[in-house]
């Protein structure tokens, strides 16, 4: 089964500032990873994902994230921050014959200090 | 991606009845799931609903309490019955063509008093 684990549940910082939340994962199969971010009040907004290849991958509203296989590790970055980036941060996961069944982590709260 | 919307977006309910939440989709997804997020909490997939089917439930969720149906490819339904203050949460839908990627609904936000 996978499982993943966000370990900062807040993240203070400051608008321009570069931001990293953190996200690592078991599994026993090779996975597809994600970040979604969640504003107050809506859904879900898919951020990025990691089917295959580069391990390097850019999403939308200039967030990237990388996927260590070695570290078990899909941080995700933004190189600055703005307020509107304040919201809950979803790393998931999926893998194996059970793609279609994500495994969510606890959440990352970030907060852009203007 | 999808466009996807639910009804209601959110409702107050008194314990021991029933709310039925829609989901529809812009156009037809192989997918459908329906999660909960409880306050202050991450996701928990309750059910993958299945076209033509009986859904799928996971663990801790049953037919009983979460009856889904899904009658064709566009449109599913999850109905919370017989509700308690536990049941507050907010409910998403979710769709994937792909069977990686999900993309997700706004959510019917529900408060059981």
């Known amino acids: 089964a996978q499982s993943v684990t966000q370990l900062d549940s807040q993240v203070p910082v400051f608008e321009e500032a570069p931001v990293e939340l953190r996200c690592n994962y078991s599994?026993?199969?090779?996975?597809?990873l994600f970040w979604y971010v969640q504003y107050p009040n809506q859904g879900l907004q898919l951020l990025l994902k990691?089917?295959?290849?580069?391990?390097l991958v850019k999403g939308i509203n200039g967030f990237e994230a990388e996927f260590n296989k070695s570290q078990t590790s899909f941080h995700l970055r933004k190189p600055s921050v703005h307020i509107s980036d304040t919201a809950e941060y979803f790393c998931?996961?999926?893998?194996?014959?059970?793609?279609?069944?994500?495994?969510f982590g606890t959440g990352t709260r970030l907060t852009v200090i203007p | 991606s999808a466009v996807i919307s639910q009804k209601p977006s959110r409702d107050i309910c008194q314990r021991g009845t029933s709310l039925t939440i829609q989901c529809q989709v812009d156009?037809?997804?192989?997918?459908m799931f329906w999660y909960r997020q409880q306050p202050g909490q991450s996701l928990t997939l309750i059910a993958t609903?299945?076209?033509?089917?009986?859904?799928?439930?996971e663990s801790g969720f049953v037919i009983d309490k979460f009856p889904i149906s899904r009658p064709n490819l566009t449109f599913s339904t999850l109905t919370v019955s017989n509700m308690s203050p536990e049941d507050s949460s907010i409910y998403l839908c979710?769709?994937?063509?792909?069977?990686?990627?999900?993309?997700f609904g706004p959510g019917t936000r529900l408060t059981v008093t």
């Open positions: 979710s769709v994937s063509r792909t069977g990686y990627e999900q993309y």
């Open positions: 599994s026993s199969v090779s996975v597809y």
């Open positions: 990691y089917l295959s290849g580069s391990t």
């Open positions: 998931a996961v999926s893998g194996g014959t059970g793609a279609n069944n994500l495994f």
């Open positions: 156009s037809q997804v192989t997918m």
């Open positions: 609903a299945n076209q033509g089917s009986e859904a799928t439930y």
